[in-house]
């Protein structure tokens, strides 16, 4: 961090941040991605570029990070309506209920249209449970035959990634746009960006100065995110059998005070 060659990226000019918004948009196969300096402030800007339209209807998971854990923004400052769903044991959403809420507005003065879905993967308030692809590829299908988008939060993407045994392209090719967490598995003291097409990502870097997440010398933060990319596969693995040694040692000692369930344990939660 301390050697990171830097510039004022208010203004796109610092190199280090402009590498690893390259990297990480090849790695994620995006057009393109923005560094911003929480994933919530991530979480924030991508429904903000979905949800132009006051009153727009968010739909997600009831125990979701984005609904329980972010102040509400998504109502106090984006105007945006979020319904939260009863998440399913593994965390999924009951794809026929999503769909009867998504329909719901179509055509209806009465109820608010629905512009986006949410997921997340890994999903944190379950322990770390991972979406499976052919699920996120079904909410794809449901959302694109009724015009809706799906934002992604990704805060803990990499852990689902060395989970699922998938690149992360793999995951976020079912989406619209995602959220990267850099402060979580991946080890960096702060930060996380958005990405997405090139067109979201030019509002994304309007709306980050709006909301005064706007950074100059950026380049020594950026610098310990690609600190953490550089090697997440080897880091994150091992961090997950770790988490499996310690609930199994739980389990052992048939303690009355704690337990752990291993066959919820797939990540490092």
Request: glycine residues 8%; proline residues 5%; negative net charge.
């Amino acid at each position: 961090m301390a050697e990171a060659v830097v510039g004022d990226d208010d203004y796109r000019e610092d190199p280090t941040v402009r590498e690893l918004q390259e990297k990480a948009a090849k790695l994620l196969g995006v057009d393109q991605t923005l560094f911003v300096p929480t994933n919530t402030m991530a979480n924030l800007i991508s429904l903000m570029c979905h949800c132009q339209r006051r009153g727009s209807q968010l739909l997600l998971g009831q125990e979701c990070h984005l609904h329980v854990f972010e102040q509400g923004g998504v109502a106090q400052i984006a105007g945006v309506h979020s319904h939260p769903l009863p998440d399913l044991p593994r965390r999924t959403l009951d794809l026929a209920e999503l769909e009867r809420m998504v329909t719901r507005g179509l055509g209806s003065p009465y109820h608010p249209v629905c512009e986006l879905i949410c997921l997340e993967n890994t999903h944190s308030s379950s322990g770390g449970r991972v979406l499976p692809v052919d699920y996120l590829r079904q909410v794809q299908l449901l959302a694109r035959s009724h015009r809706v988008r799906v934002h992604l939060d990704g805060a803990r993407l990499m852990n689902a990634t060395v989970a699922l045994h998938v690149p992360p392209a793999r995951i976020v090719e079912h989406c619209d746009s995602v959220s990267l967490c850099f402060s979580k598995g991946l080890g960096a003291p702060v930060g996380a960006l958005v990405g997405g097409p090139k067109n979201f990502i030019e509002e994304a870097w309007r709306l980050r100065k709006a909301l005064g997440g706007g950074m100059r010398q950026a380049g020594v933060l950026a610098a310990a995110a690609l600190v953490g990319l550089a090697d997440f596969e080897e880091v994150l693995q091992r961090d997950h059998q770790n988490a499996q040694r310690f609930a199994k040692g739980l389990q052992e000692l048939a303690s009355p005070i704690c337990s752990a369930d291993l066959a919820a344990v797939e990540t490092n939660m």
